[in-house]
């Protein structure tokens, strides 16, 4: 592994790139708890910090591009952030850096639900360079981290219908996600093949692999709906 070496890689459950990715995950949730614990009594503090925390963001993304960019690497095919974990990715930043409100409600989910599934089963389409390698724990983790940390520190919570809205919004996104992906020759969203990563979600040729996707979404949207309910229905009646 070099620093900007591009290689495709997918890491085993349990195998030492996998342990150490988790690690890094890890050491991220326990420095935004340390700061995020410190500040939560003082407003201007931890907007302060969450201005700081998107700005990081945005230079993690722009170092990522332009080194891309800069060794010839970068491409329409793998490097658009138009898969989900990379929406997120970006959503992540407008809920930081901009303090865009909105942007939670679609990171909720697919922040929660798909970092968890990239974190379990890692496949790394941007290289298998050192930096790559921490900037995919950095990320994937983080839109995980970054919802739960706007649920317990700043007290946002989707609404009992928000899951329905954003596998709406899921849906209606295939159709033209789909369209680049033929026009470009891409697969982004693995609309067009299934992710090389072994999961019982995923099953059979296309398209059917893409009703489990569907199927797989709902299921976990509902979960996690369930999982935070009595915050749902603690904050029922406010603004969604």
Known sequence: ????????????????????????????????????????????????????????????????????????????????????????????????????????????????????????????????????YIEYYIIHGGIIIIPLYFVFVRQRMIGQWTWAKILALNVAMMLPVYAINRLIDANYMFLVDPPKVESILIQGPWPYYLIGFIGAGLLHYLLLTGLFWKRIKANDGMPK
């Not at 490097?79 to 850096?97: Q, V």
Request: hydrophobic residues 55%; glycine residues 8%.
């Open 1 to 132: 592994m070099t620093f900007f070496q591009i290689e495709h890689a997918v890491y085993d459950m349990f195998s030492a790139p996998w342990l150490g990715g988790i690690a890094i995950t890890a050491t991220y949730a326990l420095v935004v708890y340390f700061f995020s614990n410190k500040l939560k009594h003082d407003d201007l503090a931890l907007t302060r910090f969450e201005r700081i925390w998107g700005g990081l963001l945005i230079a993690l993304f722009l170092v990522k591009h332009v080194q891309l960019l800069a060794i010839g690497d970068w491409s329409m095919t793998e490097n658009m952030e138009l898969h989900l974990c990379g929406m997120s990715r970006l959503l992540s930043i407008l809920l930081l850096a901009f303090a865009v409100r909105w942007a939670f409600f679609p990171l909720f989910f697919w922040g929660i639900v798909g970092g968890f599934h990239s974190l379990l089963t890692p496949e790394l389409t941007g290289g298998d360079s050192t930096f790559m």
